[in-house]
């Protein structure tokens, strides 16, 4: 299943954090590596090394979000390489450019920064968590009538019911296969015309369990609006720092010509 | 008190008569069971009885309050919890205690409280210390105590239970059960659906439905006794009933109120000392 990122519990700083204070940091870092240059992109780097090592994560850790990307990093650096035009690095290869090879870096490890950046947030945030910060970033969205606790409400039960819905498809694919249905041989279309009986299914299921769960809601008494949490967040000493030396490091490497 | 009048349901204008309850009542704290064959109305009665479903006609009192008055519709929710059958679907967090947190939450009740209830309905159903525990990893077992205790975190007057322990092991089942006595003791009204004759032993009063109607109502005793009406109606009786019940068939001197298994064992020897006088042979053959 999804491991992609997964909250791995461990007692750091950054574990501690507000959860706003982490999600407000991914999204200045994701904007400034997408506009880096080569130096900055080095700068980067080490904050995030920087920033796995205060949360004792592990290069395993850390590589285990990049490994599913491998084949598309490899992919989009030879896309780079090949197809800029520039002047040839070698005469033999004329296809090869010196603006190619440095286009194809700097966009992979764009790409790769990326990830880092969001599994550190992942895998240092639990998702309720996670959802309880977006939740309190959202809320001056009720000046446009959009209600961050209904949003809130939403995610988490999406995120809730996605390991359901994972393991019913298990087990109708089991159940179909215990009676003889073959989903591996054929063709293409053969097999997606297999699977799609099984998401039929899989949907009718959901539509059944969406009403109860309604129902199950509306009996403990919800209702679309305001509602209160039993942790609410709170800012603490710690977690002012980390955003003032935030900002002054994203600033810094916006203001400081390299 | 819950006061059933003149109800009458239909699920569309013309469908057939889903429900028909001349009258009803329970009790304050009152433990009462709801037993029935599939499909006589069940869980359509106990849907009434915190205003998922309102009367086609006729009324519910609540503590006063009627169901189809939506002023008072937070309140009846808060007075009368429901437990449905698939614990899956109506545990909507990730970890127990943010499930048991979205009643008071919904309540708009402050953190110190919501965490004070937490502890509270844990403790209530026996799983404090399973706070953090993602709420995919339980047993189907656990996965009822939390959904009972989301619904204890409201703090309600009546509890209303969907075949609590339908898929559940024996351990399991006899677990629910004495959740539900313990609550039933501490002063919460307990409306127990089942189609198990074995789980209305516990109960004051038991109410029998047959096609949308009470057909049947009384003490667990009075209900078992009729073993040939409700063998009739597809329920089967307990095995302490059925064999009292062959006993007095066969023209035995058996009360009708046997109904625990000690108190079969003691009728059954007390029949054979009879029998055979005291002392005599036969006095220790097997019960």
């Avoid at chain 2, 127990?96 to 502890?119: K, Q, T, Y």
């Avoid at chain 2, 003791?185 to 109607?213: A, F, K, Q």
Wanted: proline content about 5%.
């Amino acid at each position: 299943m999804f491991h992609l990122g997964q909250y791995i519990p461990r007692p750091s700083v950054v574990h501690g954090l507000d959860p706003r204070v982490k999600i407000l940091a991914t999204l200045m870092l994701s904007m400034t590596i997408l506009q880096a240059n080569t130096a900055k992109a080095v700068v980067l780097s080490v904050f995030l090394i920087g920033g796995a090592w205060l949360s004792r994560l592990s290069w395993r850790d850390v590589g285990a979000a990049l490994r599913p990307l491998v084949f598309f990093f490899g992919f989009l650096f030879l896309l780079h390489l090949f197809v800029t035009d520039g002047r040839p690095l070698s005469p033999s290869f004329p296809m090869v450019t010196v603006e190619g090879l440095s286009r194809g870096l700097i966009t992979t490890w764009q790409f790769m920064a990326l990830v880092v950046c969001a599994a550190l947030l992942t895998m240092t945030t639990t998702p309720s968590e996670l959802i309880s910060g977006i939740e309190r970033l959202l809320r001056p969205l009720r000046a446009v009538r959009i209600s961050s606790h209904d949003l809130a409400i939403m995610v988490s039960l999406a995120l809730r019911f996605v390991p359901m819905l994972l393991l019913e498809f298990h087990r109708l694919r089991e159940a179909q296969l215990s009676r003889g249905a073959d989903f591996r041989g054929g063709a293409v279309m053969e097999r997606l015309k297999k699977i799609s009986s099984l998401a039929g299914v899989l949907v009718i299921q959901t539509f059944q369990r969406a009403d109860e769960l309604a129902q199950a809601m509306e009996g403990r008494g919800y209702e679309r609006g305001p509602r209160t949490y039993l942790r609410e967040l709170k800012m603490g000493y710690a977690d002012y720092t980390v955003m003032v030396l935030m900002l002054v490091f994203i600033g810094a490497l916006y203001t400081l010509a390299f | 008190m819950i006061r059933i009048e003149n109800l009458e349901f239909r699920y569309a204008a013309e469908a057939p008569l889903a429900l028909c309850l001349v009258d009803a009542q329970i009790g304050d704290g009152q433990y009462v069971a709801l037993i029935g064959p599939n499909g006589c109305g069940k869980t359509t009665l106990a849907k009434h009885l915190n205003g998922l479903l309102t009367p086609t006609s006729g009324d519910i009192w609540v503590d006063g309050m009627n169901t189809k008055d939506s002023s008072t519709l937070r309140d009846l929710r808060r007075a009368v919890g429901m437990v449905f059958q698939n614990p899956d679907n109506q545990i909507v967090g990730m970890t127990v205690e943010e499930d048991l947190a979205f009643g008071p939450g919904n309540l708009r009740l402050p953190a110190a409280e919501i965490g004070r209830r937490v502890e509270e309905a844990l403790r209530a159903v026996g799983l404090a210390g399973y706070e953090k525990r993602p709420t995919h990893t339980l047993s189907g077992g656990e996965k009822r105590l939390v959904a009972i205790a989301g619904v204890l975190a409201m703090r309600p007057q009546y509890l209303v239970f969907d075949e609590p322990t339908s898929f559940l092991d024996p351990a399991g089942k006899r677990r629910i059960l004495s959740v539900i006595r313990k609550l039933n003791e501490s002063g919460i009204g307990i409306i127990h659906i089942t189609h198990d004759m074995d789980e209305i032993v516990e109960s004051d009063h038991v109410l029998v439905m047959t096609e949308g109607r009470i057909s049947m109502a009384g003490s667990p005793g009075e209900v078992m006794s009729r073993v040939e009406e409700m063998k009739a109606m597809g329920l089967g009786p307990p095995q302490v009933t059925e064999l009292m019940w062959r006993l007095r068939q066969s023209g035995q001197d058996v009360q009708e109120t046997v109904l625990t298994i000690d108190e079969a064992v003691k009728t059954i020897s007390s029949l054979i000392l009879r029998k055979s006088g005291p002392g005599g042979e036969g006095a220790h053959s097997g019960v």
